[in-house]
């Protein structure tokens, strides 16, 4: 399987590595696996309650290079972003800019389901809460 160079720069670059408080109110953590591949994402974003903007975002993953650049990349896309702007992202847009391989979409829908956890986390902690 070929990787494209995205991947590549993704893995052995990761941007956004860490961990932020997960007990302040103005972090939301989201943590998700995939069983059957064996990779754990936790995302955290550190949002400005004035604002909604995500200041930061942090990523540990365990997992293969796919699911560690769909992580970095997501991290990337969310800073600066409103909550509501990020809930937008897509695994469709981390799979077209990654290039993934079909075998690796699970990758981009965990970083996809990793952001709306984590923003669930942070309007949960600040009942902001929605239904949709």
Request: net charge negative.
């Amino acid at each position: 399987m070929a990787y494209s160079g995205k991947v590549i720069d993704h893995y052995e670059n990761p941007r956004n590595v860490g961990t932020l408080d997960k007990d302040a109110t103005t972090v939301g953590t989201g943590v998700v696996g995939a069983p059957e591949c064996g990779d754990v994402m936790r995302l955290q974003i550190q949002v400005n309650p004035d604002t909604g903007v995500i200041e930061d975002a942090k990523f540990k993953t365990f997992g293969c290079g796919s699911a560690i650049a769909s992580s970095s990349l997501a991290t990337e896309w969310l800073k600066g972003k409103t909550i509501h702007e990020a809930e937008d992202i897509k695994n469709t847009q981390i799979v077209e800019e990654l290039s993934l391989p079909p075998v690796k979409i699970h990758c981009s829908v965990l970083a996809e389901d990793a952001i709306k956890a984590a923003i669930h986390d942070y309007e949960h902690k600040n009942g902001l809460e929605h239904d949709d």
